[in-house]
């Protein structure tokens, strides 16, 4: 009868370390299998998860470290029953004490030398040797100084050929072309990556999956990339509501999530989340520019100001960002007026009938919304309050608006305001003109726009960083030179810093206003 000796853990070894019982399992592969394997695995589970986890957020602990114990606690997993049931009810049950452990770290709960005894004495427990560096093998070195050992093994979506990244955006609903649009920048700065060569010899290929701007839908999109696709990292997917089904899906697999099309909070946690990062400014960052604009530039009172928005996350947090902004200001936040309207809806009927009764007349509106519900708005309202001044967030997809509300007449385009997190398309700007010459290439006739170009630019960053990893490419070594980007001139005026404490890349926010012919000026905010 042949036996595997499943797990072999969990020793007393130090005052520091909470005292955990000791457990020996043998299981026979071909034999009876107890119900008590499984009850033993899921108690191990939620002892040696913790640590797992707490270990893989600790910069100084080399990731083939943890990866060798995760591979015996899978292979637990596996011997420990054969009922699929069982087998997933202890997996999830591992990830989720992984994910716990990542956040004792990322929250200030555990430190990270005594995590380092803790794993060492898993390590002893199992008999596994710390991976040493031979003399002469090739070491990555991180910005940050530690060293990564080689990956062990494929990774996941990387070949000698490609690196597959995955995108989950709309083909359908109200943000549907802000997802073309931001996929197109993507694409137009792969090819023209793919175009020298690629890096390091390997081409880089973005797979999109539709959600429909859909919460509901969007975790089966993330899977079927994930499982099917066999993607290496989720680039550019768009919306705040969906995001709150993505960040969980992506954090629990320990997957990169690169520049979301969001300012929302869901992908800014502080600290930070390892494996989410952010190129564009934030909702607060934009509703901070757009109300100082409005109070200190225009001289609008605060009660002469309200918010229109998305009945949803995304709504929320513009308000939320707008609220702030008063509270920086020294102003109360309580009497803001908020109008609404639902996902995917163009029904502004309730929105308008607010706007209408009340007694002090509104002069500005902050927007958060997607495009075809922002134009709608504002042709609603355009002839009952003339004059009136609508700052738009940048997710509202400014081309698009533009073009929609021209369809209406060039009235409808007075007074239109758009924060941005890129240059004026229309300028100059080293980056501008690249990424023009690069649109003509891979999409001729198309034109650029705000999104395609912020899409551009995210990508640029990201390819950045690949390029700095090195030919051994793996999630943990990519996230280690990303939190080591500084100071990173890509011709936008603005450098493009991140670290461990900071995942977001840009705080500027750009001004820009309609003009008759639908198109954008720019516009000093300050």
Known sequence: MQYLSLVSCIMRRSRRIAVLSAAMLAVSVSGAISADNVSLVREL??????????????????????QVIVGKFQGAIREASTNPKDRNELARDFERNVVNGRAAVNGG??????????LADLERSLNVAPPTMSATAPAAVAVTGAIRPAASGPVRGV?????????????????????????????????????????????????????????SRTLDAMKLLWDKEQVFGFLGNLGTPTAAVAIPFALERRVLFFAPFTGG??????????????????????ADAAVRYLLKIRKFKPNQIAVFGQNDDLGDQGFAGVAKAYRAAGLSDKSILRLTYNRNSVDMDEAVNQLKRQKVPIR?????????????????TRDLFPGMIYTNMSIVGATALAQELMLLGPRFTENVIVTQAVPAVSGYSSTVLDFKNALAQAFPGEVPDYVSLEGYVAAGLLIDAIKRTGPQLDTERLVDVLEGTRNLDMGLGASLNLSRGDHQALHKVWGTELDKTGSYQPLDLE
């Open 45 to 66: 589970s939620g002892r040696v998860g913790p640590i797992i986890g707490s270990a893989q957020a600790c910069q100084s602990i080399a990731p083939r470290r943890v």
């Open 109 to 118: 709960r555990a430190d990270c030398r005594l995590v380092e005894g803790q």
């Open 159 to 215: 070949s000698d050929q490609e690196i597959r990244f995955g995108m989950v955006i709309p083909y359908t609903g109200s943000a549907k072309e802000n997802g073309q649009s931001y996929k197109r920048g993507i694409e137009v700065a792969f090819a023209r990556t793919n175009a020298s060569g690629g890096v390091n010899g390997r081409m880089l290929k973005l797979i999109a999956a539709d959600d429909g701007f859909e919460p």
């Open 265 to 286: 909070s869901v992908v800014r946690h502080d600290p930070p989340d390892r494996y989410v990062f952010n190129y564009r400014p934030s909702f607060v960052e934009e």
């Open 364 to 380: 500005a509106i902050v927007m958060v919304g997607t495009t075809r519900p922002a134009a709608k708005f504002i042709e609603k």
